[in-house]
């Protein structure tokens, strides 16, 4: 059995998978933003039995305090769940909505994973996986600050596979597409706080209309979290782990048509 600490893990995939991995057995270290997720988490810990498989901390990787606490535990695996978004277009959102998505689902990301990765270093063995987005593979219309720090995220990960493989560690992301968990529903929603239609030039029904087109097509989460206590613990898995499996292809095809599509044409999946 491993020992596992998870981030984001008061609400969604994140906390799913670690009542899920839990059940199986594993010590899990669940990190949670909020001190009342914490007490919701707890509830149903204890409705499943599993409060001797499951500790859980409060973990903002924003917080200094917080991410030093969580840096005296010895894992054998880390899962890098916390995330956020904001939505509008790009064209017009406030940069720092972009820059306070940047920070937290890419450098304190990392910044958090790198006193774990130099301790699994010294011991020569260790797992780290990143939870990014089919988002990190394609874009979505309106969500281009959650697109671009997934997309910065995978290039990290990336490198830090090339760079720590060969010293013994494994290295993984895990990309679920629009899972129900109802983090879609809220990134699309918070436009609202600084978009004016008197004022921004995007058509607001534009933007109402892609909402609807998300909210329309989410599937249950269940498969997703069954896949990421399956995968989580494994020695070894997929670089990727992407689902539904049909996004594969689809995140393959919007990829190469990157190199077909002209300066003044959308690209094909987004008309």
């Known amino acids: 059995m491993k020992t596992i600490l998870i981030t984001g893990a008061g609400s969604g995939l994140g906390?799913?998978?670690?009542?899920?991995l839990a059940a199986k057995g594993h010590k899990v270290i669940a990190g949670v933003h909020k001190w009342e997720q914490k007490s919701r988490l707890l509830e149903d810990t204890k409705k499943a039995g599993l409060e001797a498989n499951i500790e859980i901390i409060k973990l903002n990787i924003l917080d200094p305090m917080d991410c030093q606490k969580a840096w005296e535990y010895d894992i054998d695996i880390l899962v890098n769940n916390a995330g956020i978004g904001h939505s509008g277009p790009v064209s017009e959102m406030p940069v720092e909505l972009?820059?306070?998505?940047?920070?937290?689902?890419?450098?304190?990301?990392?910044?958090?994973?790198?006193?774990?990765i130099k301790k699994m270093i010294e011991k020569g063995t260790g797992k780290i996986v990143f939870v990014s987005s089919v988002a990190g593979l394609t874009t979505s219309p309106y969500l281009g600050a959650y697109n671009?720090?997934?997309h910065a995220l995978e290039a990290i990960v990336q490198?830090?596979?090339?760079?720590?493989?060969p010293m013994g560690l494994t290295v993984a992301t895990i990309?679920?597409?629009p899972f129900d968990t109802g983090f879609n529903d809220r990134m699309y929603d918070n436009?609202?706080?600084?978009?004016?239609?008197?004022?921004?030039?995007?058509?607001?029904?534009k933007i109402e209309a892609?909402?609807?087109e998300m909210a329309e097509n989410q599937f249950d989460p269940k498969e997703m979290i069954d896949k990421m206590v399956e995968v989580i613990p494994q020695e070894t898995q997929e670089f990727r782990t992407i689902l539904p499996?049909?996004?594969?292809?689809?995140?393959k095809e919007y990829q190469e048509n990157q190199y077909k599509v002209k300066s003044d044409t959308v690209t094909p999946s987004k008309k």
């Open 15 to 20: 906390k799913g998978t670690a009542l899920g």
């Open 98 to 116: 972009i820059r306070e998505v940047m920070e937290t689902n890419v450098f304190s990301t990392l910044e958090f994973a790198q006193p774990f």
């Open 148 to 150: 671009a720090s997934k």
């Open 159 to 165: 490198s830090l596979r090339d760079e720590l493989t």
């Open 175 to 177: 990309n679920p597409g």
């Open 191 to 205: 436009y609202v706080q600084w978009f004016n239609e008197d004022y921004h030039f995007t058509p607001k029904k």
């Open 210 to 212: 892609a909402a609807k």
């Open 245 to 251: 499996t049909d996004f594969v292809a689809m995140c």
